[in-house]
């Protein structure tokens, strides 16, 4: 009898303990959503994004919900990363609630919208995340952006060999603070340094701690999806001294090299990027990049497979995945003269179908002042 009495206790005591409640776990958003982090009076703020051009500041919204008893505190996220930490571990279903309580009760519109939803258009976009602990990029992961310079027949001979030998995949590190933009900052080219380039990519942010995590249970540990460009400097670096080949940080490390944003779209709303992802980007309102999930070497899944293989990937870590043909560096060999590297005064624009886009005006850098003989110099002074 007293085994009998305690076998639903014992099962009360298990959902109690549960770290969603089982209402929690059946609950919907009656909108779909993106976070990001914006300046509001001055300040960073974690906010949820809504029909692309609300910004519901969730401290301020939580609060309103939280004057209503019905509702238990449920403190918020100081910043995004705190926020992607936290989201599946009850965050999500309390930014659910605030998203449904606004709707049901007509508040995105009107005199019913409270002085905590603002115009995206009157916000300054930050970068979602400031800033994530890492970022990862993954080199040539697109077969049109196989040996891009080449001859026709040279690109298909090329792209052939590497459909036969895939081999694994190849990351490499990008700086993140002092790297990472938001959306509307400006891209500056480095005093002299012409030859700076674009490469659109999808960034998956990471929403669980992850080693050793396979291609198979890859998508359980991302938290959702933003918008990147791999700004890139293709001058390379000057003869003598050690190295004489690529030098990664000089092409990929340079301030503002890593544009990110203009939010992140948690990855339930988004769908799976291996069936819907098409990324292009625009300079000076002309098209020059456009790719599918289908044209990518390695999945998504095999990039966060492959580099938690080699470091623990955190909450708020970024996996970018690659670029497609359409670089400057491609089309310069095969316009001839013509020189279509970034210049102060063009606007570069990427898109992510279902994220968003980012646009960002180009800037000269400032000549700088004095130096020893060790600072990187002007590509003119090695390179014709």
Request: charged fraction near 20%; avoid cysteine.
């Amino acid at each position: 009898m007293r085994l009998a009495r305690l076998i639903p206790v014992l099962g009360m005591l298990v959902v109690l303990a549960s770290p969603t409640p089982l209402l929690a776990q059946a609950m919907e958003s009656a909108q779909p959503f993106k976070v990001g982090t914006f300046e509001i009076h001055g300040v960073p703020h974690v906010g949820v994004v809504l029909q692309d051009s609300l910004v519901v500041d969730i401290e301020m919204a939580n609060m309103a919900l939280e004057s209503n008893p019905e509702y238990p505190r449920v403190p918020m996220p100081e910043d995004m990363l705190e926020l992607i930490g936290r989201y599946e571990y009850g965050l999500k279903y309390r930014l659910y609630e605030i998203v449904n309580h606004l709707v049901a009760n007509n508040q995105l519109s009107g005199s019913n919208r409270p002085e905590f939803i603002h115009d995206v258009a009157d916000l300054d976009t930050l970068p979602p995340i400031m800033y994530p602990g890492k970022v990862l990029n993954a080199a040539v992961n697109f077969y049109s952006h196989v040996n891009e310079a080449g001859t026709p027949e040279e690109q298909a001979e090329a792209r052939r060999q590497r459909r036969e030998q895939r081999g694994v995949p190849y990351l490499f590190l990008k700086p993140s603070r002092g790297a990472v933009i938001g959306d509307g900052d400006p891209i500056v080219i480095p005093y002299g340094r012409d030859r700076t380039d674009w490469e659109v990519e999808l960034a998956a942010v990471i929403g669980r701690t992850a080693k050793y995590v396979s291609a198979s249970d890859a998508q359980d540990y991302v938290f959702g999806y933003m918008v990147s460009i791999d700004v890139s400097d293709r001058g390379g670096r000057p003869p003598g001294g050690y190295g004489t080949r690529s030098d990664w940080f000089v092409g990929k490390g340079h301030d503002t090299f890593a544009p990110q944003g203009p939010w992140i779209v948690p990855k339930e709303f988004y769908g799976d990027p291996m069936q819907n992802l098409r990324q292009t980007l625009s300079v000076g309102g002309t098209q020059l990049q456009e790719a599918v999930a289908g044209d990518m070497i390695h999945s998504l899944w095999e990039l966060v497979e492959y580099g938690s293989s080699i470091i623990t990937l955190f909450p708020g870590d970024v996996i970018n995945n690659g670029t497609s043909g359409g670089t400057a560096a491609g089309s310069a060999a095969t316009r001839g003269p013509e020189d279509r590297y970034l210049k102060p005064g063009e606007v570069v624009e990427a898109s992510i179908d279902g994220i968003g886009t980012l646009r960002l005006p180009v800037v000269a850098g400032k000549p700088p002042s004095g130096e020893n003989g060790a600072r990187l110099p002007p590509v003119r002074t090695y390179r014709n």
